[in-house]
């Protein structure tokens, strides 16, 4: 089984719409992090959490909204849905601990179409 | 903040020779910097990082430099085969646990 599982893994969805997305990890790690991907764009931060009290905004959170419902679970909100958040997203761990500069893990993230 | 760049964006080598992507680099407090191969339909998966006090680290035919002067670090990947096909980011730290990634290099091994 994977260790950080996203779901869905597709969606299709209209202009308006609210969507969640949902992360969950077994490696027991306190960091958790959203990114969204676009093409030659990279991967870029959306929110990341330190740990259950603790949320903070990346580079591009206007539009977006997160939630840390337990250390193994994070998700992510569209309140409502634009064309241009059309992209993929992924969800990555680290830790375990605060000890500084420990490797992201990902998941295989989700496709998500904003028509 | 940080801001990384990632050269070439797309790259092709014959299968067997050696491929290698350079990335830039502009907080120099920056100390910890992971390459990241990524398959398609699949999430980034870490092949290699480096850290601040080291200038190079190998791992079987994949290799990273850093140059902390210059503020740039390269992969290398020698003896190129077709599974080395795949999407490759480089990314650098930007405060205690923050990562900025690189615009990611396309690198196809051809037969």
């Known amino acids: 089984d994977a260790d950080v599982t996203q779901t869905p893994r597709n969606r299709i969805t209209k202009t308006g719409k609210r969507i969640m997305l949902e992360c969950s990890q077994t490696?027991?790690?306190?960091?958790m992090y959203w990114y969204r991907q676009d093409p030659g764009l990279g991967l870029r931060l959306i929110y990341y959490?330190?740990?259950?009290?603790?949320?903070n905004k990346g580079e591009i959170s206007d539009g977006y909204s997160v939630s840390r419902q337990a250390q193994a679970k994070f998700s992510l909100s569209l309140e409502s849905a634009i064309p241009n958040q059309t992209a993929l997203y992924f969800c990555?761990?680290?830790?375990?601990?605060?000890?500084?500069?420990?490797?992201?893990?990902f998941g295989d993230g989700t496709r998500l179409s904003i028509l | 903040g940080e801001n990384v760049e990632q050269h070439p964006s797309t790259l092709s080598v014959q299968e067997g020779d050696s491929a290698v992507i350079k990335c830039t680099y502009s907080?120099?407090?920056?100390?910890?910097f992971p390459w990241y191969k990524q398959e398609l339909g699949k999430g980034p998966q870490l092949i290699i990082d480096?850290?601040?006090?080291?200038g190079e680290k190998k791992d079987q035919r994949i290799a990273v430099t850093l140059n902390k002067t210059a503020k740039h670090f390269s992969l290398h990947i020698t003896e190129t085969q077709p599974e080395d096909s795949a999407v490759y980011f480089c990314?650098?730290?930007?405060?205690?646990?923050?990562?900025?990634f690189g615009q990611g290099t396309r690198l196809t091994i051809n037969p």
């Open positions: 990314a650098a730290t930007e405060g205690a646990q923050k990562l900025v």
């Open positions: 907080d120099s407090a920056s100390n910890y």
């Open positions: 990555a761990t680290s830790g375990p601990g605060t000890r500084s500069n420990q490797p992201q893990h």
């Open positions: 480096i850290r601040s006090n080291v």
């Open positions: 959490s330190f740990d259950v009290k603790d949320i």
């Open positions: 490696k027991g790690h306190d960091r």
